[in-house]
């Protein structure tokens, strides 16, 4: 993702320092962006400069909170953290806490709820008088991830690392859940706390939901959200289709 983020800010012809920890990394990342990188991680940075007005944090899952930790406790006001800012509650608590004490502003970087399908479907939305209920898939191509160059640590608490850009959209478009009842089965080698993962409950606007995800069989992500007048289905996310009253066509949007 640092990679990406660095994409935007040179065709936004902005101005700014990458930090990079290891010497093979920031080879990697010259190569391939053509912008220099400060070698030693951060704390070697803060030594040799002041601390930067804003910063996006684009790091590993289980270093997320402590560099933004580190970018807050020396001065760094506004930060644009990669989801989801934490390894686990314990660790995004702490890092609340932490940025609550310095009065930073810190937006983590769920993404999908900006897309310009999702504001189409809020328009529609709107027009329907609001959504009567939801259901979403959080399936994930386990046999992919097994093969990520990624640490054990964040593998295993994927769900939260990666899937839950499906619920913050979901929460995003419905509310947030005030009542759940949810289910867990299964293991993987790779994550131990579950492979299928099955619940319903309520959001505090009132709107019933459900969920279904199965890593160990095929299948994607995906949203439906219903009203009086359409269903709304993002699926693949990053698409809208709908089937309207009267039909049981889907057509894209």
């Not at 990188?37 to 910063?55: E, N, Q, Y």
């Not at 999908?112 to 008088?129: F, K, L, P, Q």
């Not at 990624?150 to 419905?174: G, M, P, R, Y």
């Not at 959001?203 to 459900?210: A, L």
Request: hydrophobic content about 40%; charged content about 25%.
């Amino acid at each position: 993702m640092a990679r990406e983020y660095s994409r935007v800010l040179l065709a936004l012809g902005r101005t700014f320092t990458v930090i990079g920890r290891s010497e093979r990394s920031a080879a990697v990342f010259e190569k391939t962006v053509d912008v220099p990188v400060h070698r030693g991680g951060l704390a070697s940075a803060l030594i040799d400069s002041d601390p930067p007005d804003m910063a996006i944090v684009a790091i590993g899952v289980d270093q997320l909170a402590a560099v933004t930790s580190q970018l807050v406790e020396a001065g760094c006001g506004r930060l644009l953290v990669e989801k989801p800012a934490g390894i686990n509650s314990e660790e995004i608590r702490l890092l609340q806490t932490s940025v609550e004490q310095t009065g930073a502003t810190v937006q983590v970087a769920y993404n999908r709820r900006h897309y310009a399908s999702v504001a189409t479907a809020r328009r529609m939305i709107a027009e329907d008088g609001g959504i009567t209920s939801c259901l979403f898939e959080v399936t994930e191509r386990s046999e992919s991830i097994a093969e990520l160059d990624k640490s054990q640590a964040e593998k295993a608490s994927w769900f939260l690392a990666n899937t839950s850009h499906v619920v913050d959209l979901v929460i995003s478009l419905a509310g947030r859940p005030v009542e759940l009842a949810a289910h867990n089965a299964g293991t993987l080698p790779w994550h131990q706390s579950g492979s299928q993962f099955v619940g319903a409950g309520l959001t505090e606007r009132g709107i019933p939901f459900s969920y279904h995800g199965d890593w160990e069989a095929p299948g994607r992500w995906g949203i439906e959200v219903c009203t009086r007048e359409r269903r709304l289905v993002f699926r693949p996310i990053e698409e809208l289709h709908m089937i309207v009253r009267g039909s049981e066509t889907i057509v894209r949007v």
